[in-house]
Nanobody
C-alpha cells in the first residue's frame, strides 16, 4: 500500500490543522493506522492510532484531548485533526499502516508497522 500524507503547514500556536493520509494500492480496511512524528534532533514518537474498523483509538499523552484520529475506509483515507497546537508539536508527521492481522495493542510501537508515508511538515509558531 502507498501512503500519501498531506495537510501540513505553518500555523500559530493555539491554531488547528487537519492532516490527511490517502492510501492506494490496497484497501485501507486491511490495516490499523497510525500517525508518528519526528521533531528536529529528536527520535520519532507515536502520536495517535486507530484500529482497522475505527472502533478503537489510541493517543500519546502529550496530544490527548487536542488531537483526534479518524478514518473513512470508503475513501481510503485517515485523518488527524490537531487543535490547540503548541510549538512543541512542530515535527514531520508520518502516517503508517499495520496489517490488521497483527494485534492492535501494538499500535504504539513503530516496529510493528508495515508501510510508511513520506511525511508532512507541521510548524507551529509561538
Amino acid at each position: 500500500v502507498q501512503l500519501q500524507a498531506s495537510g501540513g503547514g505553518l500555523v500559530q500556536a493555539e491554531g488547528s490543522l487537519r492532516l490527511s493520509c490517502a492510501a492506494s494500492g490496497r484497501t485501507l480496511s486491511n490495516y490499523h493506522m497510525g500517525w508518528f512524528r519526528q521533531a528536529p534532533g529528536k527520535e520519532r514518537e507515536f502520536v495517535a492510532g486507530i484500529s482497522w474498523s475505527g472502533s478503537t483509538t489510541y493517543y500519546a499523552d502529550s496530544v490527548k484531548g487536542r488531537f483526534t484520529i479518524s478514518r473513512d475506509n470508503a475513501k481510503n483515507t485517515v485523518y488527524l485533526q490537531m487543535n490547540s497546537l503548541e510549538p512543541e508539536d512542530t515535527a514531520v508527521y508520518y502516517c503508517t499502516a499495520m496489517m490488521n492481522s497483527k494485534y492492535s495493542g501494538r499500535i504504539r510501537d513503530s516496529a510493528y508497522y508495515d508501510y510508511w508515508g513520506q511525511g508532512t511538515l507541521v510548524t507551529v509558531s509561538s
